[in-house]
């Protein structure tokens, strides 16, 4: 597709539950970050992929939250046993190059995650 | 760390009118400044941004300036619209140039 891809875009589950949420960035695209935004809130770093590997994983908030990317594409954030802090919107971007390019970032449109 | 401080938090506006979004820095080695507007239930979309060799750059009805010595760029919207309406974030490199720093947004209200 032309943009960055996010799936599911609603997620509601329950305290406690493990969640998978999905990333497809624009093609060509080797940086992958994720982001998460608390409700009226500003947007806040997670963890930042150059193809397959994190160099920079130290925006996640605890050891609950972990990531991967394969093949130089898709990402997965995974979230377990589930907190309702952990409700928020997760945001992926992604650019063109890598640590002090300054390549523009492109956003998918989120997965909102309500935990219950 | 880097820090990105942006005001106002909101702002309200007639159609046709000039809306001016301001936000400063930390770090004098920032060389990147993006502007992001973000619709309710969308992700942000880059509008526009500039790096430290230029002090303003202009896309139709937005621009935006940058002062290094002061450490801080603005985003101006000219002839403004409703469909202006909508939150506009700035965002700085962090010292590694993994991440954005962002600010914490300006709500803009264009009433016609």
């Known amino acids: 597709g032309a943009g960055v891809s996010q799936s599911p875009s609603n997620k509601v589950t329950e305290k406690g539950k493990d969640v998978e949420l999905r990333c497809d960035p624009i093609?060509?695209?080797?940086?992958l970050y994720w982001y998460r935004q608390s409700l009226g809130q500003g947007l806040e770093f997670l963890i930042y992929?150059?193809?397959?590997?994190?160099?920079?994983k130290s925006g996640l908030p605890s050891d609950r939250f972990s990531a991967e990317r394969t093949g130089g594409s898709v990402s997965t954030l995974t979230i377990q046993r589930t907190q309702q802090e952990d409700s928020a919107v997760y945001l992926c971007?992604?650019?063109?190059?890598?640590?002090?390019?300054?390549?523009?970032?492109?956003f998918g449109d989120g997965t909102r995650l309500s935990i219950l | 760390g880097e820090n990105v401080e942006q005001h106002p938090s909101t702002l309200s506006v007639q159609e046709g009118d000039s809306a001016v979004i301001k936000c400063t820095y930390s770090?004098?080695?920032?060389?990147?400044f993006p502007w992001y507007k973000q619709e309710l239930g969308k992700g942000p979309q880059l509008i526009i941004d500039?790096?430290?060799?230029?002090g303003e750059k202009k896309d139709q009805r937005i621009a935006v300036t940058l002062n290094k010595t002061a450490k801080h760029f603005s985003l101006h919207i000219t002839e403004t619209q409703p469909e202006d309406s909508a939150v506009y974030f700035c965002?700085?490199?962090?010292?590694?140039?993994?991440?954005?720093?962002f600010g914490k947004g300006t709500t803009l209200s264009v009433s016609s």
């Open positions: 971007a992604s650019s063109r190059g890598g640590p002090g390019a300054n390549q523009p970032q492109h």
């Open positions: 093609s060509g695209h080797t940086a």
């Open positions: 992929f150059q193809g397959n590997s994190a160099p920079d």
């Open positions: 770090d004098s080695a920032s060389n990147y």
């Open positions: 500039i790096r430290s060799n230029v």
């Open positions: 965002a700085v490199p962090n010292q590694a140039g993994t991440a954005l720093i």
